[in-house]
């Protein structure tokens, strides 16, 4: 299997308003430095995977929408409690949609899986990775 | 699959007598920069996989026995070599034995899979990954 | 010179309420990983610039106050924009105090300049660098 | 699953000839940090899935006929993209030959999977893994 | 002293033609982990060394001439050789008519210092650091 | 001022026998990363502040008879704590020799400044710098 992974970064504030989320019920907030990784099974004529600048373009555009946000405040995660984990999946949900829309080249068709990796401290990270 | 990836570290002194290991066979030591993954294949009511709060703590604590030990004279490691392997499979039991108790909160039944990884320098690093 | 830096973190939200930051007057958030750096001239006679251990509790106690705040909200900050220069700032006055009230162990008085650099993603960091 | 990962690095030169590469179609270069990650189920005698200094005195091995070169000039290359997953995959193989050959030690016959990944930038990588 | 560093990277082709480079006599190439740091000895009204956004903006700007290039081919460099420390000076100055243009913004006159950090692998980096 | 810093690691065994060590007062271990920085005020007429091919074997040999050793037995420290700092000193010295007898190359008497830093963990390090 090969893979393509490229890295960007977010700064977003929220809540998590549950008990078991101590001093973190807080409104504070987060760098999370994501990695998106984009796995096929064999290369188009081009010698790609996928083309590492397409990607990056399209890892920002996903970002885009979260990016200086407080995340409390928007639609998409209502009701939604916006853990490390909740958050990776939306990405890669946001990226299958992009995948699936051929937005990654001539090679979409040929992206099996997706990794979303979070990386919120030095210390700690969260990932969401499924097959398409 | 989701997962959680905490990070930690150990210093210890030991010894690895056996003619393969050539001057490791001294007396020595590592740093062992160790990350911890939690692996589920959903979450929690909270948009957890596992607390990153709860899972750093419950690494400290598997880790403390061996922190700032020689395990040459450990129990724990009675005619064992503690190559970067071993520990890590070491680690990996004894975290899955905690996760068993459900020491990894509410999510603990949750988790599948563990990964334990240890990075001796900045150019190499050990695991050990599989199901629980 | 001698030093010891220390790593630590804290997750906070914020916004910067001037033109000048743009998309970043929003209510947001960051990671902000510290290092916080111990100068001294010579060592004492356990052979110590600072004490590892005794830095970094310090260090976490120096933090305690911002982690998991919104840092519009905080006293401490009232008429000022919290940016990473103005927060490094802070903490090396805060770490200074605790130098000069001796916290850093018998060494404390052989502290001669200390820097406080905050990442705030993998790719910018500020800091802050001055002489006791 | 066991694994040992070590790292090494290249520094070539080459033109990306396809109009899909934009800028990189130019004659340019990179660094590619390397790390080799050998997969094994089980440990030898010696605590061991692969010895570290082996691993790392046998990557370097196959490394050498890339490092310091133009990749458009290599024979090896000829007719293909040099891409960050060709160059992978290539190097997986050469790899692979080592393996079946014994020379990762005693153990070799043990290891069952390769991973490859080349980090060209702080923000990109690309990686072949597959079962051996 | 207050300081940000904000990071970039750039992937040349080169060849280093002077006995003492050995085998980097040959044409091969590196990414450049560029990291530039602005100082100032105090902030301006709104908080700000310099902005992170603008400094980001300028560094790209400046590396934009080298980036995908044959430095051997580069009118630039005629007759120099394109070492780490010859490319980090020459990135100085290109970022010290920048800053003397004002193009770092209102706190523009108050950068006092600057420094590039050039990684050219995991194990080896050069710099270049001078009042301005 | 230019500088090139290079970078590789020891594995050593110490104990820490003072009671202000608290646990590290054990026989335990490190992993030291260390970095080599050297200091020219301007380049010879290869471009060079020093070459790194050159640093990087001569940091090898120095650090050669501190690796895979317990610092307990080492004449070398008799009567002192071997903290990070007391190496980090221990290997300025040593690289200083070094750089007096000429072994850093042509360039070696243009060499004004050298730190050497040891990562002891991914969240601490000590240092010593100062002028030759």
């Not at 760098?31 to 004529?45: E, G, H, Q, S």
């Not at 639609?75 to 984990?85: A, H, I, N, Q, Y």
């Amino acid at each position: 299997m090969y893979s393509i992974e490229v890295r960007d970064h977010i700064m977003i504030a929220h809540s998590l308003p549950r008990p078991v989320f101590g001093p973190a019920q807080n409104l504070h907030g987060a760098t999370f430095v994501v990695d998106a990784a984009f796995f096929t099974r064999d290369l188009d004529d081009d010698g790609l995977a996928v083309d590492i600048g397409r990607a990056t373009t399209v890892l920002s555009e996903v970002l885009a929408p979260l990016n200086y946000q407080n995340l409390d405040t928007l639609d998409l995660f209502r009701g939604k409690v916006t853990t490390t984990e909740v958050i990776a999946r939306h990405l890669f949900e946001a990226l299958a949609v992009r995948v699936r829309a051929g937005d990654l080249g001539t090679g979409s068709g040929r992206i099996c899986r997706l990794r979303i990796t979070l990386h919120e401290s030095h210390a700690a990270r969260g990932a969401y990775e499924a097959d398409l």
